[in-house]
């Protein structure tokens, strides 16, 4: 039997997909089934984060049709969750965000250095053209994407300023920060957003607002 774990976020319950049963089933089956580590079968080299597999083997494992796996594929490769290689008998299936699912506590520990040591970098770079060149190459998390699409699109400014606050919110407030967003941008609609702040201001400011702005709860409908 298969040991480990993986990290799931409150806020895959606003996911796109989440109420789409067999594309969110299809998901986290992927999340499950992906190396954790490189490995080579058969001459083929599975990354961390890859699962060789195929229609058929999806089918018997979800007790899906093939065509329901094959819908729900082009779904999360149209959001950009997972990439597909097609051979002749297998898919090779990148689970994108896989790293924001799976740690240890060493990589963790890492990946929280690399980010002080990246936002220290990126505090001294004023050229906007190596900005948005470091936006494409960043994987943001599902949760995040959730809050900022949440946010006013004429009120977004440096969406990588953003994410560096957001990584800084302990996961036991992440929660209160949605429900305190969502509270602020619903009491401050007129002349188009115009009284909201700017999102790297609001990431980084947004506790003092805790006591303004009652967090809005969310609610979770029953799917049974």
Not at 86 to 91: E, K, V
Not at 196 to 221: A, C, L
């Amino acid at each position: 039997m298969e040991t480990g774990y993986i990290k799931l976020f409150r806020l895959l319950l606003e996911w796109e997909w989440y109420h789409d049963a067999n594309t969110m089933r299809l998901f986290i089956h992927l999340l499950l089934k992906a190396n954790f580590i490189d490995k080579k079968w058969q001459g083929i080299q599975i990354k961390r984060g890859q699962v060789l597999t195929s229609l058929d083997s999806l089918s018997k494992e979800l007790h899906l049709s093939p065509q329901q796996i094959r819908t729900s594929i082009s779904k999360l490769i149209s959001t950009n969750e997972i990439t597909n290689q097609s051979t002749s008998s297998n898919r090779l299936i990148t689970v994108v965000s896989y790293d924001n699912y799976q740690q240890d506590n060493k990589q963790d520990n890492k990946q929280a250095t690399n980010e002080q040591q990246t936002s220290n970098k990126r505090a001294t770079t004023t050229n906007n053209d190596k900005k948005e060149k470091n936006d494409k190459n960043i994987i943001y998390s599902i949760e995040f994407e959730t809050v900022w699409k949440e946010y006013p699109s004429v009120r977004r400014e440096d969406k990588i300023k953003c994410y560096e606050y957001w990584k800084q919110i302990p996961e036991d407030k992440k929660d209160l920060f949605y429900g305190v967003t969502k509270n602020y941008i619903s009491n401050n609609t007129k002349e188009n957003y115009k009284y909201v702040k700017k999102s790297h201001r609001w990431f980084k400011d947004w506790e003092t607002q805790v006591d303004i702005e009652k967090p809005i709860k969310r609610e979770v409908k029953e799917l049974w």
